[in-house]
């Protein structure tokens, strides 16, 4: 059966017939008038009843039918009369009056009128209220429930009489499907279980009542049929429903009340087939224009697609416009009572803030709704009216939302709107804790974007709100990590181009500013593209072309209408990351776009970002040297906000920097006397006191330990800095103590064992307080020599302290633990940051190199520890101990140069050294001269006169040896180094060379590859010519029809003379060969004898028949041959003549040549003679080998051409290694000429060209 699309065949004719008795319309068969027969007249005379014009009260039509004593087909009649126009009511009332005129009969004869009524009654409940509207009491109104009791009780009354009364089965499974639809959905059941829910029990019961009413009708009952495709939809078996609707289609195609195309469609849609579902939905509109479920429907479908669009999106607006105008608002048109239409037309009111027409709609979805998917779709709209208020009722919110989820299910299974909805009330009503329960669940079930985003706020929150107390604590690590996660999750979401989801700003921001601390760089990246997608709307909003990038200059002018506070942190980024031109920029901009803003709104309290931005522009200002800019801007704020103190702590510090010695602590000292209570000022005093006070020889007697204990005590027992700035002070005065006995170490220890409780009280309040982590680390390598723990607290603090100073002490680490080339990186490292000028850091790069120098015995390193300790002697003059490093480094050299090899070094560097400790002596001298020494005078005297006798006496020598060496070997060295210059200049020319070589031979591979492609394409347009020439062979035209034909073998005639041995040429012994190979197992083509070596797969091994030829090569062939016959058992030909040997053209039936003459036998052979070829069984004959005569003069003459290999002579040369060429010489003909490629070539593979025999050799 061909399948049916909207009940018409594949290609069928969609013309629908439009005559009445074609066009299955509901009443169709109820006559316009009614002739009742009237008793005590004469026997034709009746009253005609009119049942288009019908009376409003029946009751006199009822007396006459009562006193007639009329049948009950004319009360059925009747009653559907009414019905047809609506009139539901007064025909319950008929049939009510019709069964008490019907009870003096048969109870059987009650059994029709109760099944009317009973269909009178269900269909009341379809109209009922589903519940009690407001301000009615029950007995006003009659519900749904109340009306299926009624049916119920009918529905007893004619069971009693007969249950198995066909039109009882149809009644009872809409019963209970309309009972299902009151009963509240069922409940996720664990797999492998049973649901035994109510509802899914009464759609079970009504399956069984369809399935009985179309097994009664033998199938007939498409009512029947559409039942139980509707208990299935209801069930959930989308697929089974589906075939039940097709049925009712392809059997019924002009059925339109109800329409089997919607129930398609439907289904379709449940399938995920949402475009064949609209075709389905738009075939009922073509059929019944008027059709309310249809025309709604499509507008669900445009509704739903332009769900998938941001209302930013441009294609948005075309497609809601098309769904609400085109069919929802014709839809609610055609009838404002549908349920469907309300809930849907409520929320385009809702969207329209129109609360008593959203009310009215909602409500009418409620009550009329037979579908809980509707009830729920009410109960939301009622919840998002309410929720929406100015001073919502929290109590009703909940309770609608409530309702919502639950007509769905509740549970897994419930609506998620509104289950968000219930979120958002419980974070309202301060129950955060519960409403992350439920997104969380929410989450779980169904990977809700909108619940992430939400879910991920309220974790976010948290995080925020934990930082602005006591900082980031150890417990919220979870909630960071959550929250990053989760809105993580919706920001790759936005990339799924079939959620087509626009991107929401604000998570974005709450990505920022969790980042902000630990991925400084992630957060920029999410203000950028905040401020990227901010200004792609400006851009819209303008109506600028999407297709053109917008050029610098319009960027910036649309930079200027983003939010001032986006720009300000943005600038902020810039600036951590030390591009303070970037950050300049962004503040000026921001200080534009507020101007801009003030304009706009006067509520935005632009005094407030002006001072913030002003004062962060000039920051950038100092960051970037620009000090007159910065104390500008700062003494602009002054003057504005005289009270501002750290506009006025800023500039006291850039005086310091100015004038270290006069203005600078006159400024430090009147910020301590305006503003000495805040905690910024004292800590910019603390840091001013550590680098000016004077030495102490007791803790307790130093101003800056002083400065921070007092702070401590008064002002924050908590202060992190002072805190950090006391561990420091007790760690530097450890640092000087004594400790050359027991109790002067005990008593340094203690010291530090202070330091380090300082430090960890501050790690306590700030876990990311990298200096204090440092200072930790500093007293265990300085009391306890625990290098191991010290290292791997400077490695994991490197990455977030911006100071050089964790460099500077990874230096120190490394340097201890002799890996001298990590301590030069950390040390150069440390230099390039902010050290570039500091005298220590190269001094200790000096030191580094000399005893890199001295483990290696290499004269660069000494020399680059030389040239570091002359860089710090040039940068700080005054320093006496630079100068001795430079001599103590001059002495290590000349010591070194000394005990070289005379090999490994040369007359130069000697007198070098020699120079070098010249200037060291001098040095020496002047040192110990000096006031304060660094070390014992007596020593540095000692050292010099060491230098001055000893060492010098051994350079001396030293040159003398050395000059002396040189002059011996010179030529030699000379000789070397040519040869090393003539080595190196020998092996770059081969380089050279073979680097020409290779491209050559990638130059000639591709040639090669170019050319057998080449000849690939001509040999494959060679064997579609061939391909053909062979159809053309096989098939010919029939006379009668004009169409090509096979053609068919003709039997032998009667009495056929088969020809003898001799009687045929070669030609005809040939073309016989041919045909007859053609009939056995082979892959030989019958007409070119080329055999196919481009199949796909490897080749399978085939045994060959062998055969050696003799005498003329192209006109005789040896009778004496091997014929293996393992692969013909059972198609072997048997002889005709009796069981004799046939003749020898006859068992040449494996021939391995065809000689030129084959062409013309294909080309010219009678039809007649082609098909005079019988298959016959032939007898496996034994295997032998016999040599002909003629063998013995093939090799008489040299000059004389080899005749052709035999499949088996190419057998045997294969298996020996010999090269056997693919191609017979003399075969030109069937291979399509001479011009056949070699195979094996290149990796590719042709197809080879034999003269007919068995190919694969």
């Not at 045909?1075 to 199949?1095: F, H, L, Q, V």
């Amino acid at each position: 059966m061909a399948p049916f699309l909207n009940g018409y065949g594949s290609g069928g004719n969609r013309h629908l017939p439009t005559e009445p008795a074609t066009t299955d319309v509901r009443f169709s068969d109820i006559p316009s008038a009614l002739d009742i027969q009237v008793s005590g007249g004469d026997a034709e005379e009746a009253v005609e009843i009119s049942l288009e014009d019908l009376l409003d009260d029946p009751t006199e039509l009822c007396t006459l039918l009562e006193n007639e004593n009329a049948e009950k087909r004319v009360w059925m009649i009747i009653a559907l009369a009414y019905a047809r126009q609506g009139k539901i009511d007064l025909a319950i009332d008929i049939l009510h009056k019709g069964l008490n005129s019907l009870s003096r009969g048969s109870p059987k004869e009650k059994l029709a009128p109760l099944s009317l009524l009973c269909w009178m009654f269900l269909g009341k409940s379809r109209h009922a209220p589903r519940v009690l509207p407001d301000g009615q009491a029950a007995s006003e109104v009659k519900t749904k429930d109340l009306w299926l009791q009624s049916a119920t009780a009918i529905m007893n009354d004619a069971s009693r009489i007969n249950p198995a009364f066909p039109p009882l089965y149809l009644a009872r499974g809409v019963l209970y499907l309309l009972r299902a639809s009151l009963q509240p959905p069922s409940k996720p059941v664990a797999p492998g279980s049973i649901d035994h829910s109510e509802r899914t029990e009464s759609l079970r019961q009504a399956l069984k009542c369809f399935e009985d009413a179309a097994r009664v009708s033998q199938g007939r009952n498409m009512m029947a049929v559409l039942g139980t495709a509707r208990a299935q939809f209801s069930m959930g078996r989308y697929a089974e429903a589906l075939k039940g609707y097709q049925e009712v289609l392809s059997k019924m195609p002009h059925l339109q009340d109800p329409d089997p195309r919607i129930g398609v469609g439907c289904c379709l849609w449940q399938l995920g087939y949402r475009e064949e579902a609209r075709e389905s939905w738009e075939r009922a509109l073509e059929i019944n224009p008027s059709s309310k479920i249809a025309t709604l429907l499509v507008g669900l479908y445009y509704l739903n697609d332009s769900s998938h669009y941001a209302t930013k999106d441009p294609a948005f607006a075309p497609i809601y416009k098309k769904a609400m105008t085109e069919y929802t608002q014709r839809a609610f048109k055609l009838d404002k009572e549908l349920p469907l239409t309300c809930a849907t037309f409520g929320g385009y009111f809702l969207l329209r803030r129109a609360w008593p027409t959203v009310e009215t709609l909602a409500r009418k979805a409620i009550e009329l709704t037979d579908v809980n998917a509707i009830a729920s779709d009410g109960w939301y709209l009622l919840a998002r009216k309410e929720h929406s208020q100015d001073n919502p009722d929290y109590s009703k919110v909940n309770d609608f939302y409530g309702r919502a989820d639950a007509a769905r299910g509740g549970g897994d299974k419930g609506y998620v709107p509104a289950r968000l909805g219930l979120a958002q009330v419980q974070v309202l009503q301060q129950d955060v804790d519960g409403a992350k329960f439920r997104l969380e669940k929410i989450v779980q079930a169904t990977k809700s974007t909108d619940a992430m985003m939400l879910l991920g706020a309220l974790y976010a929150e948290d995080v925020f709100a934990n930082q602005v107390t006591t900082g980031l604590k150890e417990d919220k690590f979870a909630e960071i990590k959550k929250a990053v996660a989760l809105l993580e999750a919706v920001r790759i979401a936005w990339k799924d181009p079939s959620k087509k989801l626009y991107p929401d700003l604000s998570v974005l921001v709450y990505l920022a500013r969790l980042y902000e601390v630990d991925q400084p760089d992630k957060a920029m990246q999410c203000l950028q593209q905040v401020e990227k997608l901010s200004i792609e709307d400006l851009s819209d909003k303008k109506n600028m072309h999407k297709d053109t990038e917008l050029d610098e200059a319009t960027t910036t002018k649309l930079r200027e209408e983003l939010p001032p506070q986006l720009l300000n942190n943005l600038g902020c980024f810039q600036y951590q990351s030390e591009k303070y031109d970037l950050a300049r920029d962004l503040f000026q901009t921001a200080l534009n776009s507020l101007v801009k803003f003030g304009e706009k709104d006067e509520t935005i309290d632009t005094d407030a970002l002006v001072t913030t931005i002003s004062y962060n522009l000039a920051r950038t200002y100092e960051a970037a040297g620009l000090l007159d800019d910065a104390k500008q801007v700062y003494e602009g704020l002054l003057a504005r906000h005289q009270d501002y103190t750290d506009a006025r702590t800023r500039l006291a510090y850039i005086e310091l920097r100015l004038n270290p010695t006069e203005d600078g602590p006159k400024a430090i000292a009147a910020l301590n006397d305006t503003d000495g209570s805040d905690l910024e000022v004292r800590a910019l005093l603390g840091w001013y006191l550590s680098r000016s006070k004077k030495h102490a020889t007791n803790v307790a007697e130093d101003q800056e330990q002083r400065h921070y204990k007092h702070t401590l005590q008064l002002y924050e027992k908590h202060d992190r800095y002072s805190l950090t700035g006391m561990g420091n002070a007790y760690a530097k005065y450890a640092r000087e103590m004594r400790r050359t006995t027991d109790k002067e170490r005990e008593k340094r220890s203690a010291e530090y064992l202070k330091a380090v409780g300082y430090y960890d009280k501050a790690l306590q309040l700030d876990y990311r307080n990298a200096y204090a982590a440092q200072g930790i680390g500093i007293a265990l390598i300085e009391d306890k020599k625990d290098l191991g723990a010290a290292l791997q607290i400077f490695t994991q603090i490197r990455g977030t302290v911006r100071d050089s100073s964790v460099f500077i002490n990874l230096g120190h680490v490394y340097c201890e633990l002799k890996q001298y080339v990590k301590s030069i990186e950390s040390y150069e490292t440390a230099l390039h940051r902010d050290r570039a000028s500091d005298p220590q850091v190269l001094a200790c790069l000096g030191r580094v190199w000399l005893l890199k120098g001295k483990q290696d015995k290499s004269t660069t390193a000494m020399k680059s520890s030389l040239d570091y300790s002359r860089r710090a002697l040039a940068i700080a003059t005054s320093q006496i101990h630079f100068k001795f490093n430079i001599a103590f480094v001059q002495i290590q050299l000349a010591q070194l140069i000394y005990t070289l090899p005379e090999s490994q070094r040369t007359l130069a560097e000697v007198q070098a050294a020699s120079e070098g400790l010249d200037d060291a002596i001098e040095s020496f001298t002047e040192i110990a001269r000096a006031k304060n020494p660094p070390y014992p005078k007596h020593d540095i005297e000692q050292r010099a006169n060491m230098g001055r006798n000893t060492m010098r006496r051994q350079l001396e020598r030293a040159i003398q040896s050395q000059r002396e060496y040189e002059e011996k070997n010179a030529a030699r060295l000379q000789e070397a180094r040519e040869s090393r210059e003539a080595e190196m200049k020998r092996r770059e020319e081969e380089r050279k060379r073979a680097e020409e070589i290779a491209a050559q031979e990638k130059k000639k591979i591709q040639d090669e590859r170019n050319k057998m492609l080449a000849l690939n394409r001509e040999l494959v347009e060679k064997r579609a010519e061939e391909e053909r020439r062979k159809e053309e062979l096989e098939y010919t035209t029939d006379s009668e029809t004009g169409e090509r034909v096979k053609r068919k073998k003709k039997s032998r005639a009667a009495g056929g003379k088969r020809k003898k041995k001799g009687e045929d040429s070669d030609t005809e012994t040939e073309g016989d060969g041919l045909r007859r190979r053609k009939g056995a197992k082979g892959t030989e083509d019958e007409t070119s004898g080329i055999t196919s070596m481009d199949e796909t797969g490897p080749r399978t091994k085939k045994k060959r028949k062998l055969a050696r030829k003799g005498g003329r090569e192209d006109k005789f062939k040896s009778s004496e041959m091997v014929v293996d016959s393992d692969e013909d058992d059972d198609v072997a030909p048997a002889a005709t003549n009796g069981g004799a040997k046939t003749s020898d053209a006859g068992e040449d039936a494996e021939m391995e040549d065809a000689g030129p003459a084959t062409d013309a036998a294909i080309g010219g052979e009678d039809e007649d003679d082609e098909e005079e070829t019988v298959s016959r069984p032939r007898k496996k004959p034994v295997r032998r080998i016999e040599e002909s005569d003629e063998e013995e003069e093939e090799d008489d003459d040299e000059d004389t051409a080899p005749p052709p290999m035999t499949t088996a002579e190419k057998a045997a040369a294969e298996e020996q290694g010999e090269d056997v060429s693919m191609v017979d010489q003399k075969v030109t003909a069937a291979g399509g000429g001479n011009d056949v490629g070699v195979a094996g070539q290149a990796g590719d593979v042709y197809p080879g060209v034999t003269g007919g025999g068995e190919a694969g050799a």
